[in-house]
């Protein structure tokens, strides 16, 4: 990245449309801009918007920014959106200097510049993807810095803790303690509960950004697949009469009241000889382990068979399922919330879905909740408390200060890669590189 030159990029997506954007940024997009704009009094002020005409290609609107999203001079053009105006519009801003902006250069550049921590910027990738009023919701609450707030007064208060320890080594000849030994452990214990509170967070922050993963779990031929198909209102899993077609975890989404729900169909719960069977039993256990909400189908035409699965802290809705051919239903007695349904006729499933959205509403955040929803930030928090249980069980053991300032400046490392204090060309690289070009 050459941060000193001009990039252009087309800001809108690929195609025909009724209009198109195209973005420069850098010192000398004024100038580009202008050489080509008439008549010349069509002179671009300060957020101020001109229709004009593009030499004698089209029609636009410009607008100019001293101190865009990037923080730089930035114009955006507005022009019709035929391809051949786009591309031959584009080449001309390049061939009178400007440089083909890289994959979320323009978001990259915001970071460099502060207009933007490095958590608010990878926010902007997930407002962009998000496709549900839950993923909106979640990547503006993190873009306009309640997360990175947060963030901020946790690397405070890991400072100042860090400060009496590098002071005491200051005076290490004098044998003097700075930092009573009592308060640093209260210090310790407020961070870890903090960290605790986010980490724990990840959980729900991951599923509203992926899905709320919900297991359908229950014996062969209960009717698993044919539910997902039902939920669907698509033919997305193969359903037999032969015990064991589910051999692997299928995975597919819909959205209820604004939430994704990302179901895994899973393999029938029995015992097998079958080698490839029995790994997708695997799988399935392992679905139920990851899963926020598991749904048990049983087939109500069959004896109840006590499941071979740990659900004790799960949440279960328990489906008896071919409810249509049976009038046995009154005699199963279960723990788990139970619905009588028929995937077939479609019968109970709208009480399903209610009950599913209910079963979900206790977890779901409020408002000014702050949700760790970035794998590579819970990662990071992750090892920041790491750090900070051996600062405490140094603490504990008499450790010297000079080891305990290491790990709380290890802690202070594994934060600052979350805001972009402790970054690098990779990381970044990385980052932006998911970013679509023009943002």
Same mark, same amino acid.
């Given at each position: 990245m050459r941060p000193n030159d001009t990039i252009v990029a087309i800001s809108t997506p690929h195609g025909v449309g009724g209009i198109a954007v195209i973005r420069l940024s850098g010192p000398d997009a004024l100038a580009i801009v202008e050489k080509h704009i008439s008549p010349l009094t069509s002179h671009l002020s300060p957020r101020r918007a001109i229709y004009c005409r593009f030499d004698d290609l089209d029609d636009i609107i410009a607008l100019f920014y001293p101190k865009g999203y990037t923080g730089e001079p930035t114009v955006e053009i507005s022009c019709h959106g035929s391809l051949y105006i786009q591309q031959a519009l584009l080449q001309i801003l390049v061939d009178d200097g400007a440089r083909l902006a890289e994959p979320g250069e323009f978001t990259r550049r915001a970071f460099l510049n502060g207009r933007l921590n490095l958590s608010q910027a990878e926010a902007v990738a997930d407002l962009i993807d998000s496709v549900t009023p839950g993923q909106h919701r979640l990547a503006v609450s993190q873009l306009r810095g309640g997360y990175a707030q947060r963030l901020k007064e946790l690397r405070q208060q890991l400072l100042d803790l860090t400060s009496l320890m590098e002071l005491e080594l200051d005076f290490s000849?004098?044998?003097?303690?700075?930092?009573?030994? %009592?308060? @640093?452990?209260? #210090?310790? !214990?407020?961070?870890? %509960?903090? @960290?605790?509170? #986010?980490? !724990?967070?990840?959980?729900?922050?991951?599923?509203?950004?992926?899905?709320i993963p919900v297991a359908i779990v229950g014996r062969p031929n209960a009717g698993k697949s044919s539910l997902l198909n039902a939920l669907l209102g698509d033919d997305r899993a193969i359903v037999s009469d032969i015990p064991?077609?589910?051999?692997?975890?299928?995975?597919?989404t819909l959205t209820l009241d604004g939430i994704t729900f990302r179901f895994i169909d899973t393999a029938g719960l029995r015992r097998s000889d079958d080698t490839v069977e029995t790994l997708g039993i695997e799988r399935t256990r392992k679905a139920v382990a990851d899963a926020l909400l598991v749904l048990f189908v049983h087939d109500a035409t069959s004896p109840w068979q006590q499941p071979d699965l740990d659900l004790s802290d799960k949440k279960v809705l328990l489906l008896l399922n071919k409810s249509d051919l049976t009038h046995l239903l009154?005699?199963?007695?279960?723990?788990?919330?139970t619905f009588e349904i028929s995937a077939k006729t479609g019968f109970g499933l709208d009480e399903l879905r209610t009950a599913m959205l209910a079963a979900v509403h206790d977890e779901m955040p409020r408002e000014d909740d702050v949700l760790v929803s970035n794998t590579r930030h819970y990662e990071a928090l992750r090892r920041v408390q790491q750090a900070l249980v051996d600062?405490?069980?140094?603490?504990?053991?008499?450790?010297?200060a000079d080891l305990l300032a290491v790990d709380l400046r290890d802690a202070l490392y594994h934060l600052g890669a979350v805001t972009g204090e402790v970054t690098s060309d990779e990381i970044l690289g990385n980052i932006f590189g998911r970013f679509c070009i023009g943002k």
């Open positions: 000849q004098e044998d003097v303690e700075f930092a009573d030994r %009592s308060h @640093l452990h209260q #210090l310790l !214990s407020t961070l870890n %509960s903090q @960290l605790s509170t #986010l980490n !724990s967070s990840f959980r729900m922050g991951n599923a509203l950004k992926r899905g064991g077609t589910t051999r692997d975890t299928i995975e597919e009154s005699d199963f007695h279960y723990s788990f919330p600062v405490t069980r140094g603490l504990d053991n008499g450790t010297p």
